[in-house]
T-cell receptor
Framework: GNSVTQMEGPVTLSEEAFLTINCTYT??????LFWYVQYPGEGLQLLLK?????DKGSNKGFEATYRKETTSFHLEKGSVQVSDSAVYFC?????????????FGGGTRVLVKP | GAVVSQHPSWVICKSGTSVKIECRSL??????MFWYRQFPKQSLMLMAT?????????EQGVEKDKFLINHASLTLSTLTVTSAHPEDSSFYIC??????????FGPGTRLTVT
């Protein structure tokens, strides 16, 4: 079956530091990959996505590249801000999964200190 | 655009009673709605998938008689937790699917059963 593994947190950084959150997946076929972010007290928001190999998703300074050869979709940001403190979820949606079901990783809590 | 609301945002109920949670897509029609459960500091667990006008499809291990899902229209789905017990206390999140592989999430409902 499908699965997503992402690095455990919490990750604590200083403002303007570089952030990487590793995400690897197992899936049949050619899944679409997503990063969702959950700010404190809020619901999940789509941060970025990539629907095929070598695609790069980007938004709000975050980037992730769909690497089929390593089955990875690592999230990066060059200079984090305090407002980036949140929980980040890597997810996939398999073309072969009925109903567009998403499979989530365990989430990584990021805390950015001023 | 693509806003999903949930009501209530927080509910406390006594053991043995039933609680209904509403999920609405405010500015779009959702062919599919999903219900998730999120335990503290953990990832989202898909409970069921519902399509408008048809019965929900439950994930393995989810009791369909306990978690009743109704998808009455393209903008409304409800989750009723019947005969709630303290172990049902959790954060319940809905999402609405549109197009291909995208889901928009509600802010969640925190259920506490005393």
């Amino acid at each position: 079956g499908n699965s997503v593994t992402q690095m455990e947190g919490p990750v604590t950084l200083s403002e303007e530091a570089f952030l990487t959150i590793n995400c690897t997946y197992t899936a049949t076929g050619y899944p679409s990959l997503f990063w969702y972010v959950q700010y404190p007290g809020e619901g999940l928001q789509l941060l970025l996505k990539a629907t095929k190999a070598d695609d790069k998703g980007s938004n709000k300074g975050f980037e992730a590249t769909y690497r089929k050869e390593t089955t990875s979709f690592h999230l990066e940001k060059g200079s984090v801000q305090v407002s980036d403190s949140a929980v980040y979820f890597c997810a996939l949606s398999s073309h072969e999964a009925a109903g567009n079901k998403l499979t989530f990783g365990g989430g990584t809590r990021v805390l950015v200190k001023p | 655009g693509a806003v999903v609301s949930q009501h209530p945002s927080w509910v406390i109920c006594k053991s043995g009673t039933s609680v209904k949670i509403e999920c609405r897509s405010l500015d779009f029609q959702a062919t599919t709605m999903f219900w998730y459960r999120q335990f503290p500091k953990q990832s989202l667990m898909l409970m069921a998938t519902s399509n408008e006008g048809s019965k929900a499809t439950y994930e393995q291990g989810v009791e369909k008689d306990k978690f009743l899902i109704n998808h009455a229209s393209l903008t409304l789905s409800t989750l009723t937790v019947t005969s709630a017990h303290p172990e049902d206390s959790s954060f319940y999140i809905c999402s609405a699917g549109t197009g291909v592989y995208e889901q928009y999430f509600g802010p969640g409902t925190r259920l506490t059963v005393t």
